[in-house]
């Protein structure tokens, strides 16, 4: 029975992108809208600094299916799938929606193969380090691949969707864009990375196997941490922190002479809990910064984007997300973080604000500064070395 459970998780290429789980990645499947839209969510991250990353697939009025970001194809996944092909007809479409993703680009080549009648629509303007290189070498299928069209109209399933490009824009080495679609029928909106939402909630796809949330639950390294839902909200709210901000104000590094000491008195010293390794000491008045960026639940722009991305371009960006909420949705999907998350269009606009001098009343307040610092570094050394362009004055 393991050994079957093992296969059916089995990521083989898990190699080319290591993230955790590396090759053995669960699916699960959640029908959002009854018989039109469902998502499929697994797991990655670094050091069980664990999100989830989804796939969305919606069903064609004339047969068929949509499928917008793949994830890894397991044969889990492609069971879950396979189910709806049987009700719905095969995959005709196969949407890359982000130019510079590695962690969403990884797996259309691979998820491509086991539908070879699909369709290939990438983001125009792809890029890859440290070489540009053909799609093909990155193993996107030749003869079927290509760049979706700039309006919406020209695309063979522009009937039932529009959809709008943002991008690229130049951060020196690379670009980045992405391509939010919205399904008419169903009135859903699909993004990439643009906007998010954060469960109050550790995500089901979290919970199959509550390690990781239970590892960042922990105050030292000796700490036993007992399986509870207070823990693992616990660690999922840290671990949040860290998917965000990378080292939050309320985070100390500790030296590393310290962890090893702390690592001979862990616990857990297999290789699952890192040998001990907890470099980390929280300080008081981490769950406030949790609270501040989570906003209850409210749509938002991830600060690595706001500080280091968006902000490169506000007039392409303002302009594109005015373009996205002239339509009527009335659910996002985003690839991370919540799955469909209740909303309207002028709540996706005012998650753009920050990129004006005068942000819309409904504005909300904005996220702690202090938590920014790491950020702010990273920026600081990549304008000293001349890598990344200057952020542009707001609009």
Known sequence: MTQERDRNWRWNFWFTVPLYPYGQRRTLRSEVVKGEVWTFDQLQGIFYVVTPIRMTVVKLIQGGLLVYAP???TPECLQLLQELIQQYGNVRYIILPTISGLEHKVF???????????????????????????????????????????ESSKAPFGDQFDYAILGPISLGVGSFGEVAFFHRRSRTLLVTDSVLSIPLEPPAIAQLDPYPLLFHAKETAADPVPDSPAMRLKGWQ??????????????????????????KQAIDRSRQGYFGLYPFQWKSGWQQSFEHLRGQGRLFV???????????????????????AAWGFERIIACHMA????????????AFSFLEKQPLQSSPSPLPEADFQLLHQIEAELLQWKITPPAQDKI
């Open 339 to 350: 799955g469909a998350i209740a909303t309207k269009p002028s709540e996706f606009r005012v």
């Open 108 to 150: 259309v080549g691979p998820f491509a193969r086991h539908f070879p009648n699909a369709q290939v629509f990438v983001a125009p303007d792809q890029w890859s380090f440290p070489l540009r290189l053909p799609l093909s070498w990155l193993g996107f299928p030749s003869d079927r691949t290509q760049e979706l069209p700039p």
């Open 302 to 324: 991830a600060p690595i984007l706001r500080q280091l991305i968006l902000n490169r371009a506000p007039q392409t960006t303002i302009a594109w997300a005015n373009q996205v």
């Open 71 to 73: 994830v890894a194809p």
């Open 238 to 263: 840290r671990i949040v922190l860290f998917a965000f901000y990378f080292r939050p104000s309320a985070l100390e590094i500790l030296d590393w002479q310290l962890t090893w000491q702390a690592a």
